[in-house]
């Protein structure tokens, strides 16, 4: 899944990248949106020396018994410095299923980088469309190896609460591991993903979890 990104203001001017990906299974937060089926996966973003930056991707997306197409994701926010290594940000995410609008959503997040250790904290008032909020709180590193390899370490807490639903309150906890490796415009990962508690987005059975084993290749502009 298409990683949120820092910048720091002042690292570099303006910048617009983007890239092209294929997963062997599309997955966020531990869950398959894709079915556990390959996907495809476009992006754009936008880096200004400002401090703000932002983007938009678009993928291949099958949530179970759904039509659903493709996901369309769109972000937005700031960063600066924090002392010497380190940085904060906050902004704001939309998620939006073709074929399956009732599951849009969006969230808001703030965090805070140092050296190669992220944290971020997201909060969305109606996650996957229900009437009820959520609390999903992360966090990332990496450790560089050799020759253009990097390993990377993730972990996630998803607290959430159904609202007005009978699903009631549901958590869980989501933990990935990979591997890493670039060389010149391209990418490679290899990732065993886990998770343990509630395997629903929200308490409902519309949902399934990542495969433990997957895969993906990028080039980037």
């Given amino acids: 899944m298409l990683a949120l990104f820092t910048l720091v203001p002042g690292t570099a001017s303006a910048q617009v990248t983007a890239s092209v990906a294929a997963f062997s299974d599309l997955q966020a937060r531990g869950m398959t ?3 556990g089926r390959p996907a495809l996966q476009g992006s754009v973003n936008l880096d200004s020396a400002s401090g703000w930056y932002g983007g938009a991707s678009a993928a291949q997306a099958k949530l179970p018994f759904t039509r659903t197409h493709a996901l369309w994701q769109a972000y937005a926010g700031y960063a600066a410095r924090l002392g010497n290594e380190g940085s904060w940000e906050a902004g704001a995410t939309r998620y939006a299923y073709r074929g399956a609008t009732g599951y849009d959503f969006s969230e808001v997040f703030a965090g ?3 050296k190669q250790i992220s944290t971020r904290v997201y909060y969305s008032p109606h996650y996957y469309g229900l009437q009820g909020r959520s609390l999903y709180a992360e966090v990332n590193g990496g450790l560089a190896l050799a020759n253009g390899l990097e ?5 996630g807490r998803l607290n959430a609460r159904a609202g007005e639903y009978w699903y009631g309150t549901t958590a869980r906890t989501d933990l990935r591991l990979a591997l890493a490796w670039s060389i010149d415009a391209w990418s490679l990962s290899a990732a065993w993903t886990g998770m343990r508690g ?7 059975t519309v949902s ?14």
């Fill in 33 to 35: 949106l894709n079915d």
């Fill in 112 to 114: 805070v980088s140092w």
């Fill in 151 to 155: 390993l990377q370490a993730h972990i």
């Fill in 198 to 204: 509630d395997r629903g987005w929200y308490g409902t």
């Fill in 208 to 221: 399934g979890q990542a495969r433990a084993f997957s895969a993906g290749l990028a080039y980037h502009f």
